[in-house]
């Protein structure tokens, strides 16, 4: 733990009460005092309630004021026999809306599948509702969410999102879209040639961790990530990127736009300005750093001011700005990148800059890993700064540093990694935990929550809870309220449902937090993993061992299966039963891996063989169930990729970068270690084209290694058929085929008759 030494540490001293854009004083922003939020557009509000449940013409809708000591507030009541929202932000408005939905009207919306049916006139409250949050800050979006589940998204996409971030209380959120057009517009003014600009920029699911400063798009090699990325390209995330931010602001949510912090087009910048120290960064997983100018030289501020300029031009001002420096760079590493520089000055610079292009502008931090130094918040003004501790519910950095040694931060969760897929999730600390830090003297300068998921659009139970972790400030009985969103989510009081969302909470969702002394997020599909006896993880972050007792996990197939006929209809069901078969496949993948590791063993090329082919069976047996969901085929992922080709070259270029980033993530990331599989999948068409091929090969060499005892090294292969899979242009099914229900009922016969 570092020594607590704030230089300038007031706590709940409140900043300048200079109101910027956001319509929130400086003080309400970071203390966590009263705010004044936004004045609110019903016209916009209205607009999203039709978009979410078709309809509007039954709500009345008012303006609220918020009592001493709330941020955010909202009320649900009836008028003249309607339904009466009334919000003090058009996010709490839309929240109180959707807290209706819930609890009043019985309905269901999700990432992953809605139940709405309700009635013409609609179910009025019995007493009125009121909620609130002291919560200023709501913010949404880890950086790599733009690389592992929304980089190829349209606007439908994007606007369903909104609404649906909205309805779930978020107030702040990252917008990344299109920015990559102000590096271009930025770096052409300092003399740099057009083209080499457009080689630095990576293409668009690779752009997160050049946002970081750990990548560019500069390879020496053609590859699936590099650039030139094309100016049609640009322009047209520019046109997306627009529409998201307006819609953002329609919704009183603020958009969070990158901050510079230093990155530059590597040695073709540093070689126009020879007398600026700008220093190369290193590596990051086999891949070069950019280099960085060093932001205490005189060169910064015209750069820094040319691109919040172009950035301006682009999308206009926001008040809340993201970016570190020296992302993922730990203590001993720091003073080989800064080559000479003063850390504390650098971060001064950057918020200085920063501070002359928007005034009383907000700088957010990421606390992860050695991230921020204290340092960093030695130096800088701590009432424009806001920490967003990543990993609250695992790691607890914030614990570490003593609340961020008295800087106003956010609690914030990260639940996956890499977007991985599994059923898995972490409802203990939010729902339990974070209420009980937000009332407790050691959090200091707590102002907000974080909903930083590296990927989203899986596990849809967690953002259910997350949502409601705003407005709730006491915790949560998890048994009870998990019951009750089965409950929402079927349809009715189901008793197999609510018996397997029992086994799931005990199960699946039961996860707390471990320091990271297990590895990250859910135990891994076998399938997704590089063929080995040794079998641990498929990622190198993930979990080794199981997070949970497979036979106590095995009953809620058959409770899934045994809901009444009308809950097997519904989309919700159809996408928990996907999940729930394939997660039992998976786990039997592991118990039979077990398996035929013990017959090698023992020497044993019958048992070897048999266990062998029910290993691969398992993998073919989840491929038929992915294929009958749309949520879980590879083929939309690569066709949207495509899609965004301005022509045939391009969208090849696209696909190669949309098969890389689950895969072997680039080129640079294989021989074995690093990030290959991080975003590993389990979707239909990936299992058989991408993991299976290496299964097949590698149980196939293994009975020759029975005598030597040293099973087959084909890591080489695995590298070479990683760069094969992803320059293919293999097409895959965009649309399910087959019932969930049947297939799954087939599977489940199967796996009776032939117990592990």
């Known amino acids: 733990m570092q020594s607590f030494s704030r230089r300038s540490l007031l706590v709940g001293t409140a900043a300048t009460a200079a109101v910027i854009g956001s319509g929130l004083p400086a003080s309400a922003r970071t203390s966590g005092t009263t705010s004044h939020p936004e004045p609110i557009n019903i016209r916009d509000i209205r607009a999203a309630i ?16 918020p009592q001493p000591g709330e941020a955010d507030a909202f009320e649900i009541d009836t008028f003249e026999g309607r339904v009466l929202l009334s919000g003090t932000s058009g996010v709490a408005t839309i929240s109180a809306f959707h807290w209706w939905l819930k609890y009043v009207a019985g309905q269901h919306l999700s990432t992953n599948g809605d139940r709405i049916s309700l009635p013409a006139t609609l179910p009025l409250p019995t007493a009125k509702i009121r909620m609130s949050t002291e919560l200023t800050e709501r913010y949404a979006y880890n950086f790599t969410v733009f690389g592992y589940t929304s980089p190829w998204w349209t606007w439908s996409d994007w606007e369903r999102e909104l609404d649906y971030l909205a309805a779930s209380g978020t107030n702040r959120a990252l917008a990344l879209i299109g920015m990559e057009r102000v590096w271009y517009d930025t770096f052409l003014d300092f003399g740099m040639d057009e083209l080499a600009v457009r080689q630095w920029i990576a293409q668009p699911a690779l752009q997160p961790w050049q946002w970081y400063g750990e990548t560019t798009g500069y390879d020496e090699n053609a590859s699936g990530y590099s650039g030139p990325v094309s100016v049609d390209l640009m322009d047209r995330r520019v046109e997306l990127g627009e529409k998201i931010v307006q819609r953002m602001r329609s919704l009183n949510i603020t958009p969070v736009f990158p901050a510079f912090t ?3 087009p590597d040695q073709a910048f540093a070689d126009l300005h020879p007398d600026t120290h700008i220093p190369a960064q290193g590596d990051y997983a086999g891949h070069p750093r950019p280099y960085w100018l060093d932001t205490t030289e005189a060169l910064y501020a015209p750069v820094a001011a040319r691109f919040y300029e172009a950035q301006t031009a682009l999308f206009g001002k926001t008040t809340h700005y993201s970016g570190d420096l020296f992302h993922e760079v730990d203590t001993d590493g720091l003073p080989a990148v800064l080559d000479g520089a003063n850390l ?4 001064k610079a950057v918020q200085d800059e920063l501070e002359r292009a928007v005034p009383g502008a907000t700088w957010l931090l990421q606390g992860w890993q050695h991230n921020p130094q204290l340092e960093v918040l030695n130096a800088v003004d701590e009432n424009r700064v806001i920490v967003l501790d990543l990993d609250s519910d695992d790691s607890r950095k914030w614990e570490d540093t003593e609340a961020y040694w008295g800087v106003p931060w956010c609690w914030g969760t990260i639940q996956n990694f890499g977007g991985r897929l599994g059923m898995f999730g972490n409802l203990i600390e939010p729902g339990r935990t974070f209420p009980q ?19 989203t659009h899986n ?10 972790m705003t407005w709730r400030r006491t915790s949560v009985d998890l048994e009870p309220w998990i019951l009750g969103y089965a409950k929402r989510r079927y349809g009715s009081d189901d008793p197999h449902a609510a018996a397997a969302w029992k086994i799931l909470l005990r199960t699946a969702y039961s996860y707390a937090s471990t320091g990271h002394s297990t590895g990250e997020g859910p135990f891994e599909t076998p399938f997704a993993a590089w063929p080995t006896l040794n079998l641990r993880s498929a990622s190198n972050f993930g979990p080794n061992e199981w997070r949970y007792d497979p036979a106590e996990f095995a009953p809620v197939l058959g409770e899934m299966l045994a809901v009444a006929p009308a809950v097997r209809s519904l989309p919700t069901y159809r996408y928990d039963l996907v999940d729930v078969t394939r997660q039992i496949l998976a786990n039997r993948g592991r118990l039979l891996h077990k398996k035929l590791r013990e017959a090698y063993e023992a020497g044993d090329r019958q048992g070897l063989t048999r266990h062998s082919n029910r290993f691969l069976r398992a993998l073919d047996l989840s491929s038929q ?3 009958t969901d749309r949520n879980w085929l590879l083929g939309p992922w690569l066709e949207s990729a495509k899609a965004w080709g301005g022509n045939a070259e391009e969208s090849h270029l696209l696909e190669w970068n949309a098969r890389s980033i689950l895969t072997i993530w680039t080129e640079k990331a294989l021989g074995g270690g690093g990030l290959h599989d991080y975003a590993n999948r389990d979707w239909q068409g990936l ?5 299976k091929p290496r299964w097949q090969r590698f149980l196939t060499a293994l009975p020759g290694t029975i005598s030597t005892g040293v099973e087959p090294d084909l890591e080489a292969e695995w590298d070479q058929h990683g760069l094969t899979w992803t320059q293919q242009t293999e097409t895959y099914p965009t649309q399910p085929t087959g019932d969930p229900y049947t297939v799954a009922s087939q599977i489940a016969s199967e796996l009776a008759g032939d117990p592990v």
């Open 687 to 691: 299992l058989g084209s991408y993991y």
């Open 344 to 347: 504390g000055d650098a971060a």
């Open 262 to 264: 230093g990155q530059v």
């Open 625 to 627: 169930i992915l294929a």
């Open 459 to 468: 596990n849809p139970v967690v953002a259910d809870l997350l949502g409601e």
């Open 437 to 455: 830090v937000r009332t407790a003297t050691r959090r200091k300068r707590l102002v907000g929550s974080a909903m930083v998921l590296e990927g």
């Open 50 to 65: 039709t978009r979410l449940i078709g309809r509007d013409d039954v709500f009345s809708i008012r303006k609220l004021t």
